[in-house]
């Protein structure tokens, strides 16, 4: 069965149900790798024709499909979690690179996330990786080729390696301009990093701690007893 289609920015996507398949695809997963997760599930839940389209998604994009599909479908989220507090206009985002005075930010998609899970190992890491593939100025020439996983963790590193040698004040200068930039993208979810991506309410609020959104919260039942075999040391399954 089904879904009604949902339109985000412009493009519709016919959403479907998760099947077994998608438990199988992730008992194989580290259960840390949270992008991953979500793009073997984002294969079901969206079916694209071009194969690469889910990862060539903002990392926006791909959590305002999640949530809309966890809206339609029993989940295990926490009663309290109203869903539609996290989802923006659907209606209102576009990916185009921004710029303002010679330094240009573009959304980081799936792919570069994927990349970011492999090769970080805290928060600090996911921030200044994030900087370092979105932002375009001198010395930082803007990036907006598609490429592999493996290649997109080595430029990474190599683009934190150019952060780390600015001088403190440049560094900030650059960082203001990053965010103010980037935050032009949180018009369907309001992205920030902890250990990984997670979502803050899109208007904010009083009890506005960040929330992380998993695809396994679609499983209930026996779906989620056989995952939770794989998942084993994983409290959150």
């Known amino acids: ?22 438990i199988l695809q992730m008992s194989k997963i580290k259960p840390e790798y949270y992008e991953k997760q979500l793009t073997q599930a984002l294969y079901t839940i969206a079916p694209c024709s071009d194969p690469q389209a889910i990862l060539k998604m903002s990392i926006h994009e791909r959590y305002a499909i999640l949530l809309s599909y966890l809206q ?3 989940n295990r989220l926490d009663e309290d979690v109203d869903i539609s507090e996290y989802l923006g206009d659907l209606s209102q985002f576009r990916n185009e690179r921004i710029e303002m005075d010679d330094i240009s930010v573009r959304p980081l998609n799936g792919l570069e996330a994927q990349a970011l ?10 921030i200044m990786g994030a900087m370092a593939i979105q932002i375009g100025c001198e010395g930082f020439p803007p990036i907006d080729t598609f490429s592999t996983i493996p290649f997109t963790k080595n430029l990474i590193k190599t683009r934190i390696d150019l952060l780390s040698k600015l001088e403190i004040g440049h560094f900030n200068s650059l960082f203001n301009a990053y965010l103010h930039l980037d935050s032009h993208f949180n018009s369907l979810v309001n992205i920030s990093f902890d250990n990984g ?9 009083t009890d506005d701690a960040p929330l992380r959104f998993r695809p396994t919260s679609a499983f209930i ?7 939770s075999i794989a998942y084993a040391d994983d409290s959150d399954i």
Not at 117 to 126: A, L, P, R
Not at 197 to 203: A, C, G, M, S, T
């Open 197 to 205: 991506i997670v979502l803050k309410k899109i208007n904010g609020g």
């Open 1 to 22: 069965m089904s879904f009604t289609n949902i339109e985000i920015g412009g493009v519709n996507y016919g959403l479907n149900h998760l099947l077994v398949s998608n």
């Open 117 to 126: 899970e492999e090769g970080c190992e805290n928060t600090v890491d996911w």
């Open 72 to 74: 339609l479908v029993d």
């Open 221 to 227: 039942g026996h779906a989620n007893s056989i995952l």
